[in-house]
Each structure stands twice: as C-alpha cells, then as structure tokens.
C-alpha cells in the first residue's frame, strides 16, 4: 500500500510541474472515448490537498484488504475502481471532471464492511464492523450530494463496487466429495 500512496503522490508531482496535464485523465461522463480513463482517473488527483485527504484511509483500507493476499487485493480494487469508473461516467454531470482515489476507498470502507457477512467467517465481520464504526459517518457524509465539487457519484459508485468486489472474490466452500452429506453428519 506504500507503494500504490507513492505512486499516487508521484503522479500528483508530475501532474503540478507539468500545468495539470495529467487532470485530463479524469472520467468525463457519457464521451466514448473517456471509458480508457477508467482506470488511470484512480490514480490522478487535483492537487495535493485532495491526494493528502485520500492517503491515510486508502492505507489503512487498502492494508486491511490486502491481509488476505495481494493477488485478491489487486482483484478487488481493479473491480471497484472499473464498477466505480463505469457509474461516474454514466450518472455524473455532464461537462464535470471525476478522478481520485475516493471511489475506490469508498469500495475498500463496503468490501471490508461486507466481506465478513459474505464469507460467514467472525473474525472479518468483526473487522467490518470496527471499519464500519470507524469510517461510518464519513462515508455516509461523502454520498450525499452536499459539497460542491465532490464526485458524490464516484463515492456512492466506489460503495457498490466494494459491495460487488466482496461477492466476484468470496471464498467459495469446498466442493463436497461425491456420497458425502453436503452439511456432515
């Protein structure tokens, strides 16, 4: 996760020496051509103010989801900020500008929320209710439509892909041997 918070940092100093060149890899709604900036428009920020407020809660979240393997971290992020990406560009404002790492924290705060419930394993529904009492307000605070030049839409989208992320990368129960009851017993 230091890594990903470098990266981000690295890109918001290219971006600022270079006159904001990288902001025009935000997601602009409903232009074909935009759906390619899915992806990068995670990574880009405007300003160091917005790439400073996105750093502890992407790596306290992103530590947290990554403890079960990095492989299915990097799933669940790619399917958060893809579903969070497809969301902003169809429901956001036209002529608006969407990027950041807000979408896919808010995705981590519902895949780490859900995941316990999920799995059915006590130790990740703790866990979900810990982040949940943590991070609650703020979340709610953030899909609401009441700041202005807030992506409410990126954020209430990040919340469905975390949610989807939790169900695409659930562990699945070992399939049950042929004459075996499936329950035991």
């Given at each position: 996760?230091?890594a ?12 600022m020496t270079t006159?904001h ?6 997601v ?20 160091y103010?917005?790439?400073?407020s ?10 947290i989801a990554?403890l ?10 790619f ?5 969070d ?31 316990g419930?999920v ?10 209710l ?6 609650g307000?703020s ?8 700041h ?9 989208f990040?919340?469905v ?25």
């Open positions: 996760m230091v990903w918070v470098a990266l981000l940092w690295a890109l918001e100093v290219v971006d006159g060149r990288l902001d025009s890899l935000g602009q709604p409903r232009r074909a051509g935009e759906l390619v900036d899915i992806v990068p428009s995670a990574f880009i920020h405007f300003g103010g917005h790439v400073a996105n750093t502890l809660p992407l790596l306290v979240l992103g530590f990554a079960r393997g990095i492989g299915r971290f990097l799933g669940v992020a399917a958060v900020i893809v579903i990406g497809l969301g902003v560009w169809a429901f956001s404002p036209a002529h608006t500008n969407t990027a950041g790492a807000s979408g896919l924290i808010f995705g981590l705060f519902s895949y780490l929320l859900v995941r419930f799995d059915r394993r006590a130790l990740e529904l703790v866990v979900g810990l982040v949940g009492a943590y991070y307000t979340i709610l605070w953030g899909v609401l439509p009441v202005t030049g807030v992506s409410w839409q990126g954020h209430l990040g919340l892909g975390g949610v989807a992320a939790a169900y695409l990368f659930r562990e699945r129960p070992a399939e049950v041997r042929a004459g075996e009851p499936p329950y035991g017993g």
